[in-house]
């Protein structure tokens, strides 16, 4: 069937341009069905018995076809080998027109019939099936709007170019767009994109959804393993600004770039100048920002054309603003959401993801630790009730650091908030914790004009509140507590909202929206941002919302709150989110034990090995359940030399770093001392088991003996007694 328009839910005519738009995914059976139109990129996967390799399409001039129907191509089936960038094939593959003009027909030549220097079959056949990526019904199917395909335009015909529209507006998808034709024209082989660092989640979602044939590489990690990985190959590569600078300054050798992108220019300029100007001094020869709008101080122009265009920001004198903008204003596009709003719809929603940093994450996994102790402990008395008081304790440690007004979401939230009023638009911050949060939030927000919207406020102060809001131009933060009560109008000329911290169901936050913009979204369309934390409980129950199908983007408009709270059980908090598990009876923890040698003649060896690598890993877990361990979790994927568990007990109190181990020799005090550094290195291991299906040294016992219960051995006659015990042996 052919795709669907997203933002009329209509389905995209085949016979509106004269041209096929392209395949994403053609794989050669003996029919072949074609959907037309289809997305820009094409990776042609020949399938016969045994072999199915992707092939990557080289990019060609459209032929020249009759206006009018263009019937589906009728493809014969051929044998392929495809070993990497060259194709070779028993016999080269004609693609012509039929007499008519119309059809495609594909024939087979016999080995040696191509004429000299005649092109490949694949380059034959790529014109037909690869359309550009800005063929209006492609990038509209793919949920590309008008005004983005227009910066898609204006990135193509400028190598050095400023695209400043509102934020919310969608200006990395227009990028993306770009990239798709110049990476298929191969204009541009290797991409550099640089962002705050909880922008990268986002850049991620809109590569996969228009470029995902590109391989991408996030550099992330400690600074010695993101400079190892550097010289490693990916299409679009991807890193926080400050890590950027960073590798710069040790003199890092990065690889040779054809296009570098940088976002959230305007936050970055005032947060990160320093970082922005070393970023600058790249020798890239495209090279886009993107921002929240132009900039107003001569000194933030100049940053900008310092990165942008060096030989313009260097120009004799010291140019004004208005002479800069003059140089430049051929490669910058301003639009305002007001300009686009008939483009765009009414509202959309965007989730920032951010991490905890070191020291934050240490307080968070304490007391997650606390958290989970206290829920075991309660036993048959736990309630919903528990659960939600130990959901919103967690999510208090994320939000600040200690004694501060610094965090990871507040960083995410200046740079919004930078962004968003350097355009002179307004912002709504809600909080679900009132004063605890809002009085750490608000000298954060004071240098934006912020007005405070107490729920414990008179009737009268609220209102005064909201009538400063809307009416001074100076005050373009709105901080409410999400108990605090509307004036049943919209917050125009307010289009921002931002849930700091929130409530887990997304129908609550739906209502509070609905509270402060009753008709959805003001003359201005409306955009909602929501701060995640990875790692944390928040993304425990992300997962859950989202298997289930319940995010805020997903729920009808008419949803209840009470509706979700009997989707997601308490059965379902208790195991998906806070992983806390009816425990068995405990029993004592395994001493070092032996005999020295397995015992017979090799009977419980065989019948060990017999066991494939999953059932050895879930008859692994089985025994540490009766080992008192509430939660296990596998660190590494089962494999035939065996894998690597998390094991818990006391709600996450009590951790263990496991390795289980099948292996045909004695176990040394190599590999027991190799556990315990690395158990060492984890912050939440109390110590270390080690597991095999043989026996240990003597020196190796001793080494256990001698760790003060850093370490435990359960050897191949321990596994054996307890896998007979749980049925998994005989």
Not at 520 to 527: D, H, K, R, S
Request: glycine residues 8%; aromatic residues 6%; hydrophobic residues 40%.
């Amino acid at each position: 069937m052919p795709p669907v328009r997203k933002a009329t839910g209509q389905a995209v005519s085949p016979l509106k341009r004269p041209s096929i738009a392209g395949v994403r995914e053609l794989r050669f059976r003996t029919v072949a069905i074609f959907s037309f139109p289809l997305p820009p990129s094409l990776a042609v996967r020949p399938t016969e018995p045994g072999l199915a390799l992707p092939v990557r399409v080289a990019p060609a001039q459209l032929w020249n076809l009759n206006l009018g129907r263009l019937d589906p191509p009728t493809l014969a089936p051929m044998g392929s080998n495809l070993m990497g960038p060259t194709i070779e094939t028993p016999g080269s593959v004609l693609v012509e027109t039929d007499s008519m003009g119309g059809g495609i027909r594909a024939g087979r030549r016999a080995p040696g019939e191509a004429a000299a220097g005649e092109a490949t079959w694949l380059s034959r056949l790529t014109p037909l099936l690869l359309a550009p990526a800005l063929e209006p019904e492609v990038a509209a199917a793919l949920g590309a709007r008008p005004y983005q395909q227009d910066a898609a335009q204006a990135f193509l015909a400028n190598p050095r170019f400023l695209l400043a529209d509102d934020i919310g507006t969608g200006k990395a998808r227009a990028v993306c767009l770009a990239l798709a034709v110049l990476t298929h024209q191969r204009e541009v082989h290797r991409t550099l994109i640089t962002a705050p660092r909880e922008r990268l989640a986002h850049w991620h979602d809109e590569l996969e959804a228009f470029v995902p044939e590109l391989l991408r590489r996030e550099m992330a990690g400690s600074d010695e393993v993101r400079r190892s990985e550097w010289p490693g190959f990916g299409q679009v590569d991807l890193v926080a600004v400050p890590d950027l600078a960073r590798d710069l300054e040790a003199g890092c050798d990065l690889p040779s770039f054809d296009l570098i992108v940088i976002d959230s220019f305007i936050a970055l300029l005032r947060r990160q100048a320093v970082d922005l100007r070393r970023v600058s001094g790249l020798e890239v020869p495209r090279r886009w920002a993107l921002a929240g709008t132009v900039p107003v101080d001569p000194e933030d122009w100049r940053t900008l054309l310092g990165f942008l265009s060096p030989d313009i920001a260097s120009g004799p004198g010291r140019a004004g603003t208005g002479e800069l903008r003059e140089r430049f204003t051929q490669h910058t596009l301003r639009r305002s959401k007001t300009e686009l709003a008939r483009q765009m719809p009414r509202l959309t929603r965007q989730e920032v993801w951010v991490d905890l940093d070191p020291e934050l994450d240490r307080l968070y996994r304490q007391a997650l630790a606390v958290e989970r102790e206290r829920l075991g402990r309660l036993g048959g008395s736990l309630s919903r009730s528990h659960l939600e008081a130990s959901l919103d304790n967690l999510k208090q440690v994320c939000n600040f650091t200690s004694d501060s007004y610094d965090g990871p979401k507040v960083r995410a939230l200046i740079d919004l908030a930078e962004e968003i009023t350097s355009a002179r638009s307004k912002l709504v911050v809600f909080t679900i914790f009132g004063e605890a949060t809002a009085s750490r939030l608000q000298p954060a927000l004071d240098a934006f004009g912020v007005v405070r919207l107490k729920a414990d406020a008179s009737p009268e102060e609220q209102a005064e509140a909201l009538t400063r809001f809307r009416s001074q131009p100076g005050r373009r933060v709105l901080l409410a507590d999400v108990e605090a009560r509307g004036d049943d109008r919209s917050l125009d000329p307010c289009s921002y909202i931002l849930h700091f911290d929130h409530d887990w169901n997304p129908a609550h936050r739906r209502r509070l929206e609905q509270r402060f913009f009753p008709d959805l979204g003001p003359a201005v369309p409306l955009t909602v941002y929501e701060i995640w934390v990875r790692g944390t409980v928040e993304e425990q129950y992300h997962r859950a919302l989202e298997v289930r199908h319940l995010l805020a983007s997903n729920l009808p408009q008419d949803t209840q709150p009470s509706d979700l709270d009997e989707r997601l059980s308490f059965e379902d908090w208790r195991r998906e989110v806070f992983e806390i598990a009816t425990a068995p009876p405990k029993v004592a923890e395994p001493k070092a034990r032996g005999t020295g040698a397995l015992p017979g003649t090799g009977t419980l060896r065989s019948r060990l090995d017999s066991l494939t690598a999953e059932e050895l890993a879930s008859a692994a877990e089985a025994m540490l359940a009766l080992l008192g361990f509430d939660s296990t979790r596998r660190l590494t994927e089962p494999k035939d030399g065996g894998l690597a568990f998390l094991a818990c007990r006391r709600g996450g109190a009590d951790c263990r770093l496991v390795h289980c181990l099948r292996t045909g020799k004695n176990i040394g005090v190599q590999e027991a001392r190799t556990l315990i550094d690395e158990a060492e290195q984890r912050q939440d291991c109390r110590g270390a088991l080690l597991l095999v299906t043989t026996e240990f040294t003597p020196a190796c016992k001793k080494l256990a003996e001698d760790s003060g219960g850093r370490l435990a051995l359960l050897s191949g006659e321990d596994l054996y007694r307890h896998f007979r015990e749980l049925g998994v042996v005989p």
